[in-house]
């Protein structure tokens, strides 16, 4: 089994170098930023993929709150064949389902590639750990609740 570290590692390590200038700032650090909107629509779709009720409803009423439409947040679960989602909405979505349909084997070049012209390295790096932190949330909690669509494949 391959461990999170090193998947990771592998991740970090395919990324190209310099490909944009980072937004690191000598004072401060690096200060990446990610829309809250982008990360919200990432987390909902997650939580569409995982089944789990409570965070549908909990991301969609966060969304709906900030101005997203009832449209788009429909179309979400078919957001490939969407013309309603923009090419950065869409390579964070599917980095998203590439990092969380199988975890266990290195992210696809295609995944990585489809999001270097929208994000920094910094922002990808933001963006995988995102999305890891809330996969393994949901495998962690996947017990803890009754309010599961359809259980994790590995049960």
């Not at 970090?12 to 000598?26: E, H, M, T």
């Not at 964070?92 to 590439?98: Q, S």
């Not at 290195?106 to 270097?116: E, Q, R, W």
């Not at 920094?120 to 809330?134: G, S, W």
Request: hydrophobic letters at 40%; glycine letters at 2%.
């Amino acid at each position: 089994m391959i461990s999170k570290q090193a998947r990771f590692t592998t991740f970090a390590s395919s990324l190209p170098r310099n490909r944009r200038k980072s937004n690191y700032n000598p004072v401060t650090g690096f200060t990446p930023y990610l829309d809250a909107g982008l990360l919200d629509l990432v987390r909902l779709r997650l939580a569409q993929i995982h089944g789990c009720k409570r965070s549908i409803a909990k991301y969609t009423n966060k969304l709906k709150a900030k101005g997203e439409t009832a449209e788009r947040l429909q179309r979400l679960m078919r957001w490939r064949r969407e013309e309603v989602f923009s090419l950065k909405e869409k390579a964070a979505l599917n980095l998203a389902e590439a990092l969380c349909h199988n975890p266990l084997s290195p992210v696809s070049n295609t995944a990585i590639l489809a999001a270097i012209p929208f994000f920094t390295e910094e922002e990808i790096i933001l963006l995988a750990l995102e999305i890891v932190a809330i996969t393994d949330r949901h495998y962690l909690k996947t017990f803890q609740h009754d309010d599961m669509i359809s259980r994790p494949p590995h049960e």
